[in-house]
């Protein structure tokens, strides 16, 4: 009984440490340190020539709109490249992407978004390329924003903030308030990582290198993840620049975002544990705890959650006294979270909607790892439902 103990309340306080707890230590240490770099970047004096690349498969009903937001950032014209990479577009984007004005349409055959983007990088001129999605919309200053950050010597990565944003039932546009709080949480961490030392991972909306930091990857391994830490293990610096701001579709429905997390979690089981991620070579020790509690932790939570559940049932059977009263209390808990989550689709109650929120994400990690032992993981992708 001793070692259903041990597991049940390691897997309880690794659970808790890396949902809540590695927030607020970030966050007193960084209110202990006063650490408070990379939150606002300078605007290089001489701004250097930027490439933003677009990478499209099949993106013809919003490519333009894509391109017309890119030649109406505030900064230099003769400054910034507009690159579309087309992989294996059958529905006209290269034509449209022309059309809207695009500098540079590479029509390629499909390869993925990785290698789309590889191309692209080597067919750009900038000293600095940045990557968007062609359904993400920038703000206006949102590309001298993120160049800012490559005013510092150190910083070889930087990606901006994105604004998920989907009709809400009432129709006012807004996030449902489940994702919203996710979003904002997760987003909060990263602004105290990158205050601290580097970020563990970014987005694909909007997001940058200097040409000379620019790794080719894997093509199953997307940049989101893949980018920040091989920045830092090259000995420099991947930052968070949330005044750079991109706004995109999100998927319409909870389900939907489960597939989409689905998806991307099993692009992620490769680089966690084939791709170098796991490796502390070149990491400084902070990092490498960050790694570990926001990145292993965090995926690997759902197996976490199976475990405890597994040892708690087998302590409420064989303990005793007032040691079964607080297990069957802790099981309490536990099954109330999975009641709640399967009633939430039939009983519209806040606390059952976050509760299906936080079950569907939290197994989407194992998911994906099971798709990725099952069958592999393509480089190639397909738009994700409702986003366009």
């Keep these: 009984m001793l070692v259903l103990a041990l597991v049940f309340w390691l897997c309880a306080a690794l659970i808790v440490w890396t949902q809540v707890g590695y927030a607020a230590a970030l966050a007193l240490l960084a209110r202990m340190l006063g650490r408070t770099r990379s939150l606002a970047p300078p605007v290089p004096v001489a701004p250097p020539s930027v490439s933003l690349i677009v990478a499209a498969h099949n993106e013809a009903s919003v490519i333009a709109e894509k391109v017309a937001n890119a030649l109406a950032l505030d900064y230099p014209r003769e400054l910034l490249e507009v690159v579309v990479a087309c992989d294996g577009c059958t529905d006209g984007t290269a ?12 029509e390629l055959p499909r390869g993925g978004k990785i290698r789309a983007q590889d191309e692209a990088v080597e067919a750009s001129r900038g000293e600095i390329v940045a990557f968007s999605d062609a359904n993400s919309l ?13 005013a510092n010597p150190d910083v070889g990565y930087a990606c901006g903030q994105v604004g998920f944003v989907r009709p809400a039932l009432d129709g006012s546009g807004a996030l449902p308030s489940e994702e919203g709080l996710y979003w904002r949480y997760e987003l909060a961490v990263r602004g ?13 909306a909007i997001y940058a290198t200097r040409r000379s930091s620019y790794i080719v990857v894997d093509p199953i391994m997307g940049h989101d993840l893949s980018l920040p830490f091989n920045v830092v293990k090259r000995g420099m610096r991947a930052v968070y620049v949330p005044q750079a701001m991109a706004t995109e579709k999100m998927v319409p429905s909870l389900e939907g975002e ?25 990491y400084p020790p902070g990092y490498a705890l960050m790694i570990i509690s926001h990145r292993l932790l965090r995926y690997a939570t759902p197996m976490l959650h199976a475990l405890a559940l597994a040892a708690n049932v087998a302590l409420v059977l064989l303990a005793g006294g007032a040691a079964r009263d607080l297990y069957v209390a802790t099981l309490a808990v536990q099954v109330a979270l999975l009641a709640g989550a399967a009633l939430a689709g039939t009983l519209r109650i806040r606390p059952f909607a976050l509760a299906r929120y936080y079950v569907l994400t939290t197994a989407s990690p194992a998911f994906g790892l099971w798709d990725w032992l099952r069958h592999g993981t393509q480089a190639s992708w397909e738009v994700a439902e409702g986003t366009r």
């Design 138 to 150: 920038w703000r206006a200053d949102a590309v001298r924003l993120l160049v800012g950050a490559f």
């Design 95 to 106: 034509e449209v992407a022309r059309q809207a004005g695009a500098d540079m349409v590479l």
């Design 192 to 204: 105290l990582e990158s205050r601290l030392s580097s970020i563990t991972a970014g987005n694909g």
């Design 258 to 282: 489960f597939r989409r997390k689905r998806r991307m979690m099993s692009h992620t089981w490769p680089i966690l544990l084939r791709g170098g991620m796991l490796s502390p070579r070149g």
